[in-house]
């Protein structure tokens, strides 16, 4: 009983002294603070970028250790596609290499595509006609058929809206061999989140010829999907695989909280981005970036003209080539569109000169 009456006499004491405490300092002599936010003194964010790439990693031989153990689980996710699971990644640390060296050393018999949803804007359609090309092609190789030869609701696919190109790719018959992976780092990033696009991201994952292999980072990815779009369309097989990976690659995408950004950040993430690239990707950039340097007055290149020089110097093989290079570099940020003074649409690089030739210089 002495201890119970110790603990309310505790407990009183603590409460009497903070009431009093709210007391003597809600009174009219009470100063307010004159400090604002727009005070702060932010840092350049390149400044902040390097301090932040100056830190030494830790525990460096345990994480490559947790991350070889991971290697031993290839071969039970491999069976999960092939039974017509999804793979759902979560845990703390970013998953993109871990992802993509499953992809690359036990994903060879598949067509994989993949799908950086860290971006902030993602033209969907686009993802998936390319996703459609890449089936109708499979299509193609495997009964020796040409393209005329297919139904004409099956072309031109870039003519179809999203509903077309989801039925498509449901209803294709092709040998049951014949997959399409499809790679989404970050299902949960700022260009996938919206209610619309995860519903067809369901709906491409319940597809037959279709596996999906996808990492989460937000404590509230959950809530994006209800019971049916998780157990009937994702099928998702949940995988605890914390990295303690940096975000090197997604965060660029992120400026930090304490600083503003410039020219330089600019340059850094278009150099990310482009080195992410394939080197044919990044030949195609090179002739715009040359363009716009040598032609300032112009606005920009007409795609006609960027085709004609990038087949001459055997960059692309087609016009479908060049669209997939471009699409990149739209959802990149790295390309954008402007109607020309004659009424044609140009491309051109949203990056003052300097920072252009500062781009090509570390890409080359």
Known sequence: MDMED???????????????????GSGSSRKKSTHKLTDIDLVDEQELREAASQIEPKHQN????????????????????????????YGFGSKKAMIEDFASTTLTEYSVLVINGYLHTINLKQVLIAIAEILLEQVKTRRKVSSRDLPKSQQPLNSQSIEDLLTFMDEVETEDNCFVCVIIHNIDGPGLRDSETQNYLARLAACTHICVVASVDHVNAPLFWDKHNVHTQFKWCWYHVPTFAPYKVEGTFYPPILAHSGANQSVKTATIVLQSLTPNAQSVFKVLAEHQLSHPDEGGMETNDLYSVCRERFLVSSQVTLNSHLTEFKDHELVKIKRHSDGQDCLYIPLAADALRKVLSEIS
């Open 6 to 24: 110790d603990l309310e006499e505790e407990e009183f004491e603590f409460s009497r002294n903070y009431f009093l405490a709210k007391e003597s």
């Open 62 to 89: 345990e994480i490559v250790t947790l991350i070889d153990s991971y290697r031993k689980l290839y071969p039970e996710w491999l069976l999960a596609l092939r039974c017509g699971f999804g793979l759902l990644m």
